[in-house]
C-alpha cells in the first residue's frame, strides 16, 4: 500500500507559477514511476508528466517547457512545478505510483486543484 498526499494547490493568475507536492507514505526510489494526471469535471484524466525511478522524465505535449516534475528520494516527495501557467491548466491535479510487480498497481492522492485565471 502507498499513501500519497499532494498539496500546493490554488487561484493563480495566467503566466504565473505553481509548486505542487505530493509525499508518499513509502520510498519512493522503490516506486517504479511517480506521476502526476489532472482531471477536469466530466472529462477523463490526463497524463501531465511522469518520472520514473531512474530518473527518466515524460510530459504531455501541452506543459512541456513550461512544467517540470522532480523528486527528492530523502523526503518521499515527488514535484510539480508549473510555469507560464495558462487557463487551461485549471484542473483537479493527481498524483500517482505505480508499482510493477507480478502486475500492475496504481496508487493515487486525493487531489488538489489548481484554477487559472485570466
Known amino acids: 500500500q502507498v499513501q500519497l498526499v499532494e498539496s500546493g494547490g490554488g487561484l493563480v493568475q495566467a503566466g504565473g507559477s505553481l509548486r505542487l507536492s505530493c509525499a508518499a507514505s513509502?520510498?519512493?526510489?522503490?516506486?517504479?514511476?511517480m506521476g502526476w494526471h489532472r482531471q477536469v469535471l466530466g472529462k477523463q484524466r490526463e497524463l501531465v508528466a511522469t518520472?520514473?525511478?531512474?530518473?527518466?522524465?515524460n510530459y504531455a505535449d501541452s506543459v512541456k517547457g513550461r512544467f517540470i516534475i522532480s523528486r527528492d528520494n530523502a523526503e518521499n516527495t515527488v514535484y510539480l512545478q508549473m510555469n507560464s501557467l495558462k487557463p487551461e491548466d485549471t484542473a483537479a491535479y493527481y498524483c500517482?505510483?505505480?508499482?510493477?510487480?507480478?502486475?500492475?498497481?496504481?496508487?493515487w492522492g486525493q487531489g488538489t486543484q489548481v484554477t487559472v485565471s485570466s
Open positions: 513509502r520510498s519512493i526510489s522503490s516506486i517504479n514511476t
Open positions: 518520472i520514473t525511478s531512474g530518473g527518466s522524465t
Open positions: 500517482n505510483a505505480r508499482l510493477v510487480t507480478w502486475r500492475i498497481r496504481d496508487y
